[in-house]
């Protein structure tokens, strides 16, 4: 069921929504930077063409969150026919589990556009599923170059605390050489749901 417009008026700005924030704000400011530039002046007219709303659910400690709502926040900016609420997805569980990741997962960004008349014209949960396959491919990458790590082939959780530092410094230092491609790719993701072609996106894990 579509989030009522009351309830849409209640949810943070995006600059309530920075106010707010007790991690990541110097990378959050980096990457709302980084994704103005990513912005092309087809898509803003594209996602100026009708009136949108775009619901996005978030937490400032997750990394997904701090990658892509600076791309939605940027684009509100730069388009104003977008408005742009954001609802913190601890406060507001209700709405989060509307939009599970895999009908089970609380993944979150998530990202609910709706037209001008309150229909909902899709979603996007976490992260475009190209990157979450990318983002695969590079751990096996990085396993592969260090086998002297111990237990560098064990599951993530299950891996010694050096290791387990390692791989998130090369995960960490992979996703922000590679943002610009993957902020393309998540809005270009956007587009095709404005443009009628897409109906959701989730990404293959949490």
């Known amino acids: 069921m579509p989030v009522p417009r ?30 103005a530039a990513v912005i092309t002046e087809e898509d803003r007219r594209l996602f100026g063409a009708q009136p949108l709303s775009i ?58 556009i709706y037209d001008a008349e309150w229909n909902e014209l899709g979603h996007i949960i ?27 082939n064990r599951t993530y959780e299950q891996m010694p605390e050096e290791t387990r530092a390692a791989v998130y410094e090369n995960s960490r230092r992979w996703r922000w050489e590679t943002m610009d491609r993957w902020n393309r790719v998540f809005l270009d993701e956007l587009r095709a749901i404005v443009a009628g072609r897409g109906a959701q996106s989730a990404a293959a894990g949490v």
Request: charged fraction near 20%.
């Open 6 to 35: 009351e309830r849409f008026a209640q949810g943070l700005t995006a600059d309530a929504f920075r106010a707010a924030m007790t991690k990541n704000q110097e990378r959050y400011d980096a990457n709302l930077a980084a994704a």
């Open 126 to 152: 976490e992260r475009p599923a190209a990157m979450t396959a990318a983002m695969a491919q590079e751990s096996r990458r990085f396993a592969a170059a260090h086998p002297e790590l111990p237990g560098i």
């Open 55 to 112: 619901v996005a659910i978030a937490e400032d400690w997750c990394t997904d969150v701090i990658h892509f709502l600076p791309v939605v926040v940027s684009l509100a900016q730069q388009v104003p026919s977008i408005e742009l609420r954001i609802f913190l997805r601890d406060q507001n569980l209700d709405l989060m589990d509307q939009y599970l990741n895999q009908g089970k997962y609380r993944s979150i960004p998530v990202f609910v």
